[in-house]
Each structure stands twice: as structure tokens, then as C-alpha cells.
């Protein structure tokens, strides 16, 4: 591509970052970038700012304003600054809790926004080292504080990172702090960001914050006796070279068992992730050393978490002894099931419990909770809604556990963020409930399909980077909006469910109603006769545009696993052949 084919507002933002305020090196690499015969990393860096969307930022590491660097990082941290000052300024004094993840730059970036917060007046606690997502959100509402925020990019590939921030509670931002910061961040110009910080206004948080935090994972437990006999259950566990490599097999100790085994290699912090081409353990590549040493092992479970210890993903041992990897839907079935079955026993149910899902998430999530009189929560996805629940009902109601099909839950409120730590305990505690009740987890998930009827869930995306991409994606869900399938997968459709106009039509009859959610988003929903569903949406991270499909069947027996799972797992590709994905 010639430079005059590069469009003209890229051309005076790179400009921009020469003249401007900007280091030596970044103007050097601006420089490089300028000079390339190719243009297409040029314009991808500076066709558009980095947007602080309504979960932070997330993006490619490098120069430019479409990139995750310090400035960026700044120009964030500085308009978060200006907001908790208006929000907060009747208090004496602000804090935040500052944590990071394993990738390259996180502990730079922390850094800088702690030097930047502690410019701002704002005391900081910043961790010392890597620490899980969660345990972010716990320091929050355990030290009483403003806000904080983490450097991570979840399971995204080795070159993105990202900025989330949260409020008071430990929950991600919501209306109206989001949109407040959003704006205020917009504000922002690199001579506004205060680089120049505070030594005295930074702690430094530790050991005492870890012991603190795993002290309330233990609540978590329902069968500790059970944990006691089943003490040496193997299990492999994985970090992928995150976060979790210290503290999940600490909770595990903790939590009484006594043979976890490690994958040395998957152990090493490293933000380039060696082992795996991406760090998410919904990917069975990620998985592949785990389940080498299990197989090598003969392990009772295997489980692996995310870079920055959110989201976990576990493998089991199907009826022909092959190890299986169990999706996000099945582990919040396992998990929801567990705890209901659990706290029934033990006289823990009182009515006044629930527990949440994501609308995208299984439907099965919804029916346990009916059938068992405990109450359940639809909302966007995304763990800032699921937190947005708890917060609505604090003190009013008790929540028991939630989940998305993103391989996320949250088993205690004392986190208000998705929490791999804890759910790595009680997942092994359950592992170990079922092979005291002669049970493998398979048999267990098993069980759950012939009570209350079997489900088969596929995500399936399409991926258009850039701005072109952007574009494409969202003429997409407009297709969809204005033109919905008529039938999926031989089933006439009966509702479409439109999270932008919050309003639900049955195609059948013409009825409309309304759908309770406090705020719109582009999202649609499809639900056949049959109880098939389809959930589309573009990603809030991600240069995606997702689909969720759910097909349902009745599971008779055992026996008949196989050729259920079968005949569904076909009906999944008849849909995504009807919607042309």
C-alpha cells in the first residue's frame, strides 16, 4: 500500500504521536511504522483510539492509539482519576487495589497506573507480583476500597492485553459509573496524564492478602467430611502459565487434598505462553499436556485455569475411560446441581435463595433451579451483570452460586467477579462427593441429563479484524435482526427476543412483551417450537461476532447417551446451516 492510500485521520494521528508528548522510543517505533512500505500496521495502530469500553480496555501491545501501551494505559488511568474524584469527594481519602496477570508488559502497565493514581492524591494498593482476577476483586471489598483495577487480557492471544476496572463492591463497572468514566476518559490528552507518582501514597499488598482471600475459599466447602476420605483423588491441574500457578494449588491444599499433580513445564510464568498457541482453557489444545499426564496418571479430574485465573476448564473420564473435556454450560450444571443437591441435603435451603445465569447460558440452568424451588436470574453477558444482581440483592436474598457458558462461576459473593480459585476447590470437592457416592463425574453429568433432559451447546464465531471487519460484523446482526430464519433446523421459529428494542415477539401469534432488563444491547435470541435456541452477538472484546446454539432432547437411560448426544450434535449443524455459519 503507496502513503497516499493511507486514509488522512491516520496520517495526522501518527503525526500526532511524533510532535506530541511522547517518549524517544515510542516516536522511533511511530517512525518505523510510518516507513514501511506495507501500511496496514500503520493504519490499524492509528485508525481509531483505543476505545475505554464498558469492561476497560483490551487490545494489541505497540504504539498508537489503537494499542495497549502506556499511554493508552494513561490516558485511562488518568480519566479514572478524575471520576473517583468526583465520585468520592466527600471522602477524605481514595484507595484502589491495583493486580496483573502473567503477560509481557502487565507489571509495567500497573505501574504506570499506579505512579498515575498516586500523582492523583489516590492511595494504592498494588500487588507486590501476579495475582488471580479475582482475588483483585476480593482485596477491593476486603480493604474497603474506591476502585481498582487489573492489567490482564483474560485467554485472548499472547499479544493483546488489557485494563479492567471496578468499583466499590469488586464488581466490573456498571451504569452509570461506565459511561461516566467512558467520557471522562475520552477527555483526556497525553500533557493531562500525571506520569510522575507518589512512592509514599503505594503499598505494596502480599502473603497477608493471599491467606486472607483463601481463608473465605474455604467457605466455600459442603462435604468436607467427604474431602477427608477422598483426600488422595488425583488430580492434574495447569496454570497455562498464569496466575493461578501459586494459589489454586495452595486452596487445594487448604481444602485438604493431597495429590495434586503439576505440569512443570505449564508452571513457568511466561507471557508468551510456550506450550500453547492461546491460553484458554476452552480450547482442547490448551489442554493437551494436562491431559497427557492424566492419561499417564490415571487422574480422577483434570483442571486448568486462564492467565489471569477467572476461568476454569476441566477435563473427566467418559464411560470408555477417554478423558473428555466438559464445556462452560455442562460446568455450571455440575456446579449448580452440586450445590443445590448439597444444601437441600444439609437443611440449606430455606426459599430464599438464588441463583444466575447469562441469557446466552444453558436453559437446563433454569429448569435445576425451578424444579428445585430455588430462584434464577436471566442477565447480559458478562460478570459485571451477574455482580449487578448480587449488588440488587444484598442483604435481601442469599445467593448460592452463577455462571456463564464461557467457562466462568462464582461460587460465594465474598468475589464479585468470576473465580477459578474457589471453583477449582469446590469443583475437586465434587470430584471427590461423586466417587464417594460410587460415582464418576461423567456418571454425575449423566444424571443431571436424565433428570432433567439432555442439552447440546456449540458456540460457533466468525472473526473480521479491523475496521472493515467492524463494519461486516455489525451488517451481520443487522441481517439477522431484520431478516430471522424462518425455521431452524426443521422447527418452525416461535420468539425473537430483541435486546435492543428490550422487546420479545412470538412469530406464531404476533404477541409481544416486554423483556426485563434494566438496559438494551445488541443482542438477538431465536427459540424454535422444539426448545432449540439461538443466541447472536457481537463480542465486547473481541473482533467476533458470536453464536450460541442450544438443541434439546430427552435422555431415557444411559444406554442411550451416545446416540442422543449423536442425533443432537447433527441437529447443532442443521442450524448452523440454516443461519449460514
Same mark, same amino acid.
Given at each position: 500500500m503507496q502513503t497516499n492510500e493511507i486514509p488522512e485521520n491516520v496520517l495526522l494521528k501518527a503525526q500526532e504521536w511524533l510532535n506530541g508528548a511522547y517518549d524517544a522510543a515510542t516516536k522511533a517505533e511511530v517512525k518505523i511504522l510510518m516507513e514501511k512500505e506495507d501500511a496496514a500496521d500503520l493504519i490499524d495502530a492509528f485508525y481509531r483510539d483505543l476505545e475505554f469500553g464498558t469492561g476497560g480496555l483490551r487490545g494489541i501491545m505497540g504504539v498508537g492509539c489503537n494499542r495497549m501501551n502506556i499511554y493508552t494505559v494513561g490516558a485511562a488511568t488518568q480519566g479514572l482519576s478524575n471520576y473517583l474524584k468526583k465520585a468520592f469527594a466527600h471522602l477524605t481519602e481514595i484507595k484502589v487495589a491495583i493486580g496483573h496477570d502473567c503477560r509481557n508488559n502487565s507489571r509495567l502497565f500497573s505501574e504506570t497506573a499506579a505512579a498515575i493514581f498516586s500523582a492523583n492524591g489516590i492511595k494504592v494498593y498494588l500487588f507486590e507480583s501476579l495475582r488471580p482476577t479475582p482475588e483483585l476483586s476480593f482485596a477491593i471489598r476486603e480493604l474497603g476500597l474506591q476502585s481498582g483495577i487489573i492489567l490482564t487480557a483474560s485467554h485472548n492471544p499472547k499479544e493483546y492485553n488489557g485494563y479492567k476496572a471496578y468499583w466499590d463492591d469488586g464488581s466490573q463497572i456498571v451504569e452509570p459509573h461506565d459511561t461516566n468514566i467512558i467520557a471522562e476518559v475520552g477527555k483526556i490528552k497525553v500533557e493531562d496524564i500525571r506520569f510522575n507518582g507518589n512512592p509514599e501514597l503505594i503499598i505494596p499488598l502480599g502473603a497477608d492478602m493471599d491467606e486472607r482471600y483463601l481463608k473465605k475459599v474455604m467457605t466455600v466447602s459442603l462435604?468436607? %467430611?467427604?474431602?477427608?476420605?477422598?483426600? %488422595? =483423588?488425583?488430580?492434574?491441574?495447569? $496454570?497455562?502459565?498464569?496466575?493461578?500457578?501459586? =494459589?489454586?494449588?495452595? #486452596? =487445594?491444599?487448604?481444602? /485438604?487434598?493431597?495429590?495434586?499433580?503439576?505440569? $512443570?513445564?505449564? %508452571?513457568?510464568?511466561? /507471557? %508468551?505462553?510456550?506450550?500453547?498457541?492461546? $491460553?484458554?482453557?476452552?480450547?482442547?489444545? #490448551? =489442554?493437551?499436556l494436562a491431559l497427557q499426564k492424566a492419561r499417564e496418571v490415571d487422574a480422577d479430574l483434570v483442571m486448568a485455569t486462564d492467565p489471569d485465573a477467572d476461568r476454569l476448564g476441566i477435563a473427566i473420564k467418559n464411560d470408555k475411560g477417554e478423558f473428555i473435556l466438559v464445556n462452560g454450560n455442562q460446568t455450571v450444571l455440575i456446579f449448580l446441581y452440586y450445590i443445590i443437591t448439597k444444601r437441600k441435603e444439609l437443611g440449606l435451603l430455606t426459599g430464599n435463595e438464588y441463583v444466575v445465569k447469562t441469557i446466552v447460558t444453558s436453559e437446563l440452568v433454569a429448569e435445576i433451579a425451578t424444579r428445585n424451588k430455588v430462584e434464577y436470574y436471566d442477565c447480559y453477558t458478562g460478570f459485571k451483570y451477574i455482580a449487578d444482581v448480587i449488588r440488587e440483592n444484598e442483604g435481601k436474598k442469599q445467593y448460592i452460586g452463577g455462571g456463564e457458558e464461557s467457562f466462568g462461576f462464582l461460587p460465594a459473593d465474598f468475589v464479585r467477579d468470576k473465580d477459578a480459585v474457589s471453583s477449582c476447590a469446590l469443583m475437586a470437592e465434587i470430584a471427590a462427593w461423586a466417587k464417594e457416592n460410587k460415582l464418576t463425574l461423567f456418571e454425575m453429568l449423566q444424571d443431571i441429563y436424565l433428570k432433567y433432559g439432555y442439552s447440546r451447546e456449540k458456540m460457533k464465531y466468525i472473526v473480521r479484524k479491523g475496521k472493515a471487519g467492524a463494519e461486516e460484523i455489525e451488517q451481520l446482526m443487522v441481517k439477522f435482526r431484520n431478516h430471522p430464519p424462518k425455521q431452524l433446523a426443521g422447527s418452525p421459529l416461535e420468539w425473537v427476543k430483541d435486546y435492543e428494542t428490550l422487546i420479545e415477539k412470538n412469530l406464531l401469534t404476533g404477541e409481544e412483551k416486554p423483556i426485563q432488563q434494566k438496559s438494551t444491547a445488541n443482542v438477538l435470541q431465536f427459540f424454535t417450537v422444539d426448545g432449540s435456541k439461538?443466541?447472536?452477538?457481537?463480542?465486547?472484546?473481541? $473482533?467476533?461476532?458470536?453464536?450460541?446454539?442450544?438443541?434439546?432432547?430427552?435422555? /431415557?437411560?444411559r444406554e442411550e447417551f451416545d446416540a442422543v448426544e449423536l442425533a443432537t450434535t447433527h441437529k447443532v449443524d442443521l442450524v448452523m446451516n440454516d443461519l449460514a455459519i
Open positions: 462435604s468436607p %467430611d467427604v474431602v477427608k476420605k477422598q483426600h %488422595d =483423588l488425583k488430580i492434574v491441574y495447569t $496454570p497455562i502459565h498464569g496466575t493461578g500457578v501459586r =494459589l489454586v494449588p495452595m #486452596a =487445594l491444599a487448604k481444602m /485438604g487434598f493431597t495429590n495434586v499433580i503439576h505440569i $512443570p513445564e505449564q %508452571d513457568v510464568v511466561s /507471557g %508468551d505462553f510456550p506450550t500453547v498457541i492461546s $491460553p484458554n482453557p476452552e480450547e482442547p489444545a #490448551a =489442554l493437551a439461538v443466541s447472536v452477538r457481537p463480542s465486547g472484546t473481541e $473482533p467476533k461476532i458470536k453464536f450460541y446454539i442450544e438443541v434439546k432432547a430427552p435422555l /431415557g437411560s
